[in-house]
């Protein structure tokens, strides 16, 4: 099974941007669909977008269009989640998720990154 | 966006009591080609992130104790803990993965009375 493995917390002034990574290791990477969420203080997680790890195709929510770029390097088994023109509100702690290996990415996530807590504050 | 509302948002229950919590979604996440509601439960504890304990809305992920369960079809799901536990004190959330933009319920608080 793949596990996730997430850089550190991050804090960053109001507009500003944000790079977030996620290593898997663990088994072959291209066979896992990652996505990304989000999780404010107190609030259900709230799906940002998926990349295909094989061919770096992406989906994003309606509402970080133009906002977040996921992109991978496969030489290092590596997604990134880039969140820009940063607000108080993006404060929230990010994670990356997998599905089953080899399955499309409207599946379940099963394997979850520990998460990074990003902090936006002037 | 598929709505998904949970009841109720908190739960207070005794050792070994029966848990039920509800989640109903904004149109239905049942695929007919498949027959399969894409439907999952998660739990998740304070400083982690969530954990899957159900997906396709009754099977249960590895590992995971044959105390929880999880049915219904179509809008209207269920996930159900036969006998509490002191470690099953978590947040609950469903959550459906049928269409994007994949959807969280807001989550029940379940606790000890």
């Known amino acids: 099974q793949v596990q996730l493995v997430q850089s550190g917390a991050e804090v960053k002034k109001p507009g500003a941007s944000v790079k977030v990574s996620c290593k898997a290791s663990?088994?072959?990477?291209?066979?896992?669909?990652i996505h990304w969420l989000r999780q404010a203080p107190g609030q259900g997680p709230e799906w940002m977008g998926w990349?295909?790890?094989?061919?770096?195709?992406?989906k994003y929510a309606g509402r970080f269009q133009g906002r977040v770029t996921l992109t991978r390097d496969t030489s290092v088994s590596t997604v990134y989640m880039e969140l820009s023109s940063l607000k108080s509100d993006d404060t929230a702690v990010y994670y990356c998720?997998?599905?089953?290996?080899?399955?499309?990415?409207?599946?379940?996530?099963?394997?979850w990154g520990k998460g990074t807590t990003v902090t936006v504050s002037s | 966006d598929i709505v998904m509302t949970q009841s109720p948002d908190s739960l207070a229950l005794s050792l070994g009591e029966r848990a039920t919590i509800n989640c109903k979604s904004g149109?239905?996440?049942?695929?007919?080609?498949?027959?399969?509601?894409?439907l999952a439960w998660y739990q998740q504890k304070p400083r982690q992130p969530p954990q899957l304990l159900i997906y396709?809305?009754?099977t249960r992920a590895s590992g995971v104790p044959d105390r929880f369960s999880g049915s219904g079809s179509g809008t209207d799901f269920t996930l159900t803990i036969s006998s509490l536990q002191p470690e099953d004190v978590a947040v609950y959330y469903c959550?459906?993965?049928?269409?994007?933009?994949?959807?969280f319920g807001q989550g029940t608080k379940l606790e000890l009375k």
């Open positions: 998720a997998s599905v089953p290996p080899l399955r499309p990415a409207d599946y379940h996530m099963d394997v």
């Open positions: 663990g088994n072959s990477f291209n066979v896992y669909y």
């Open positions: 990349i295909n790890p094989s061919t770096g195709g992406t």
């Open positions: 149109q239905s996440v049942l695929y007919n080609s498949n027959n399969k509601n894409y």
């Open positions: 396709w809305a009754s």
């Open positions: 959550h459906q993965y049928y269409d994007a933009p994949y959807t």
